[in-house]
């Protein structure tokens, strides 16, 4: 449990750091586009916008998902954030909607050649983000976190658009007079990129909730780790279920078949023990011993 509240801890801590990171740069990307006259830049920066909203939701949704199991939650809150990794996922699309829809419109009228400054300011924040995308993944990894996940992913959209960005604007001051519309068109390109980022962050929190079964590396060390304990012949079935950072066992466990009702439980309660004491990331294991 304490390293289940270490993980929250940091999982908290992290998006913290992501949250601040955005803000600053939902007004370094507004400004240099507005004053750059760069409409992929200002698209950025509602992508951006959009990334602290959603980064203040998960936030809310680790503290709501670390709350400890009660009577009416016995397996935690854990839930909650796949649920959280959901409405991350409808910011995206309502972001790559509106980006679209004015990136159209742009493309259609007349617009100003972006200023070359900008291409300076793009480069930094695709190397900015970059570098935040490997660190809140590896933060997402560490503590097995949705969401986390989901908020990495962020990041690297976020990069990409900004490289989409920095192509169009490349483009449009190399050809010149009548291609300023490849502002307006890296923006749309920037769209569809975040549209497929978003199919990444719902798959897997889709898989969550509807307790998927993709955890075969963890499967593998706990039937193992469960059929070196003492009385147990080995194992039959191993189920797994993620709830936030924590995970719920199920397994199957043959011991003996002219053992005491008494013994079998013993062995199933060592068993029990032993995963948690191995695996502090198991919250609950169910052992079911069967005849052999």
């Known amino acids: 449990m304490k390293s289940s509240l270490k993980n929250g801890n940091r999982a908290r801590r992290t998006i913290l750091v992501s949250l601040v990171g955005n803000v600053v740069l939902v007004f370094v990307k507004l400004i240099t586009g507005i004053l750059g006259s760069s ?27 670390d709350k ?21 996922v409808l910011f995206l ?19 100003k050649m972006p200023n070359p400054y900008t291409l300076f300011v793009l480069a930094g924040i695709v ?11 590896k933060k997402s990894r560490q503590t097995k976190s949705t969401s986390l996940k989901a908020d990495a992913w962020h990041h690297r959209s976020d990069a990409i658009t900004s490289l989409a ?52 590396e963890l499967i593998d060390q706990v039937r193992l780790l469960a059929e070196e304990v003492a009385g147990v012949i080995d194992t039959e079935k191993c189920y ?21 009702v008494a ?3 013993t062995i199933g309660h060592d068993v029990q023990d032993t995963l948690r004491e191995n695996f502090p990331q198991i919250q609950h294991v169910f052992t079911h011993v069967e005849p052999k």
Do not use: W
């Open 39 to 65: 409409f992929a830049l200002v698209a950025d920066a509602i992508e951006s916008l959009g990334d602290v909203f959603s980064s203040f939701i998960i936030f809310l949704g680790l503290k709501v998902s």
């Open 68 to 88: 400890p199991p009660d009577d009416d939650h016995p397996f935690g809150h854990g839930k909650v954030e796949p649920i959280i990794s959901f409405i991350v």
């Open 93 to 111: 699309i309502a972001s790559a909607g509106f980006i679209a829809h004015q990136a159209i419109d742009n493309i259609q009228s007349p617009q």
């Open 127 to 137: 190397i900015y983000k970059e570098l935040f995308y490997q660190f809140v993944r």
């Open 165 to 216: 960005a920095f192509i169009g604007i490349g483009l449009a001051l190399l050809l010149g007079e009548g291609y300023e519309y490849l502002d307006d068109c890296a923006a749309l390109v920037a769209s569809v990129i975040i549209i497929v980022n978003a199919y990444f962050v719902f798959r897997p929190a889709l898989g969550e909730l509807l307790d998927e079964q993709n955890h075969d």
């Open 240 to 260: 797994i279920r993620k709830f936030g950072m924590r995970y719920v066992v199920d397994i199957h466990v043959r011991v003996a078949a002219d053992l005491t």
């Open 263 to 265: 013994e079998g439980h």
